[in-house]
């Protein structure tokens, strides 16, 4: 076995951290490779709840190195926190590890996404608040802080001291807002910086180890192929990229070596955050899929925005990451309905659309083509192979693999570990 990359291929929130914790115990390693604590990664065992923002899904087997790569964002103090808890719940992090090349969101990032957004008012994206884009303008801008430079306080300060005179010229004359004291930051990170210490590490030699004795690596995708900064729905996207391509360049692992790329699709489709949703459910069948589902951020704790399954886009994420397995998650929450549809393509000013198109405004108000299928009407819930499955349920997963362009080799009922229907193992042999 070797490298598995594995990404969502929706609007982010279709069941990653799920797929990642259940494939953990067969890989080495798990590498998270962009995204920030703007990602929420449930994973439930014996029905117990356990949320990842920042630490590897795999963190669950001890036996798995759990990596943050170096083009994830890290808040340290959000990544504290995130550990008292999974500490408090008798998890223990010995086999996690930071790469001293992470960005790190610093104060006043969260406070200019908040005050971004803001600013555009009806434009708005939509964001978690989380600092996440201006942490990302900041590394690309070469003024950001890395997870390594906690490590060196005077080259803290002095570059502090720079960049925080840029910071509080834009908070204090463009939005009138309050400066940022370059002491008080100072004193709080160097603070984190013996906290964290212990899970810093060139992860170039960890990894380039693991691929030269080719031992299996998992790589965990955040967000989704459409909230990709350059293939997703621009501007409503993240700033990073969440596809089969960022996570090479967020991991040091070149495209040369990965082997499979697993894409986790829900049975529909949902959306946190504003932005074009051709196959968008509004009215009680929405609501009812939302509340089925849970639909709730686990990040912010806002409604999702739920609709049909897009082939359209799936499609669009097969072809343009190679995924060559598709995970289906929450098929169980189809069950009661009676004529479900899958959108097979736009029409949009005349003209029909087999992929999501660039213009969003043309994305916006298009209108989607559906193929209807009839619902099982049965509880998929205690199925535990693919034969198990209502025939209707299992026509409607053929179609999704057939439209899609990839095979479904892995079918989810329900939130536990046990509610997966195995068909063929996604990993690479
Ligand atoms: P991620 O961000 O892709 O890891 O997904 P989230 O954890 O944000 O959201 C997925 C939600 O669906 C979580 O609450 C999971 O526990 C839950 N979930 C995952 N798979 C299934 C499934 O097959 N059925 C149901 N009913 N819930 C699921
Ligand atoms: P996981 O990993 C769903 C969305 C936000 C917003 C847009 C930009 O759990 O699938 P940002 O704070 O990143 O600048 O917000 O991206 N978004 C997500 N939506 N799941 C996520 O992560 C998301 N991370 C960001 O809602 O629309
Ligand atoms: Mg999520």
Redesign the pocket.
């Known amino acids: 076995m070797s490298v598995t990359i594995l990404i ?1 291929g929706q ?4 069941g ?1 951290g799920k797929v990642i914790d259940l494939l953990a115990d067969r890989v080495s390693m798990v590498v998270r490779s962009q ?1 920030g604590n ?4 449930t994973v439930v065992v014996n029905g117990r709840e356990h949320r990842f923002h920042l630490v590897p899904s795999g963190i669950l087997n001890p036996a798995t190195l759990c990596v943050i790569g170096h083009g994830v964002v890290v808040d340290p103090r959000a990544f504290l926190q995130e550990l008292d808890l999974h500490h408090a719940d008798g998890i223990a992090t010995d086999n996690l590890v930071i790469s001293e090349r992470a960005h790190m969101v610093m104060p006043y990032h969260p406070v200019l ?1 908040k005050l971004g957004e803001e600013l555009r008012g009806d434009d708005r ?6 600092g ?2 201006p942490a990302y303008e900041d590394k690309v801008r070469r003024i950001g802080f890395r997870i390594g430079d906690l490590q060196k306080p005077a080259f803290l300060e002095k570059k502090l001291r720079f960049v925080l005179r840029l910071k509080n010229e834009t908070l204090t004359r463009l939005y009138g807002a309050e400066p940022f004291d370059e002491s008080a930051i100072l004193d709080e990170y160097l603070g984190y910086a013996e906290l964290i210490d212990p899970y810093i590490r060139d992860i170039y030699p960890i990894i380039q180890d693991a691929l030269q004795r080719r031992r299996p690596i998992l790589l965990e995708g ?3 192929v459409m ?1 990709d900064i350059d293939t997703g729905t621009y501007p ?4 990073s990229s969440p596809t089969a391509g960022g996570a090479c360049t967020g991991s040091g692992i070149p495209p040369s070596r990965i082997d499979k790329t697993i894409g986790v699709f829900k049975a529909y489709t949902t ?5 074009p949703f051709p196959t968008e459910l509004v009215g009680e069948l929405g609501d009812f899929i939302r509340e089925t589902g849970g639909e709730y ?4 704790g806002r409604a999702r925005r739920v609709g049909w399954y897009d082939a359209a886009v799936a499609r669009y994420a097969v072809a343009t990451n190679g995924i060559d397995s598709i995970v289906l998650t929450k098929v169980d929450v189809l069950d009661t309905l009676d004529r479900i549809r899958i959108c097979t393509g736009y029409r949009s000013k005349g003209e029909l659309w087999d992929h999501p198109m660039a213009n969003i405004s043309h994305l916006k108000h298009c209108d989607a083509i559906y193929e209807e299928l009839p619902g099982w009407k049965a509880s998929t819930r205690d199925c535990r192979s693919f034969d198990d499955l209502p025939p209707a349920c299992q026509a409607y997963v053929q179609r999704v693999g057939e439209l899609s362009g990839a095979e479904v080799d892995v079918v989810s009922v329900g939130p536990d570990r046990e509610h997966t229907l195995v068909r063929s193992l996604p990993l690479a042999a």
């Not at 609007?11 to 279709?14: F, L, M, N, S, T």
């Not at 959306?271 to 932005?275: H, K």
């Not at 951020?297 to 912010?300: I, K, N, Q, V």
């Open positions: 969502g609007w982010g929130d279709e990653k995204g703007n990602a929420g990664h996404d994206l939509g964001t978690t608040f989380r996440i884009g955040a967000q989704g909230l409503y996207v993240t700033s959306r946190v955050g504003y932005g951020g686990t990040t912010t």
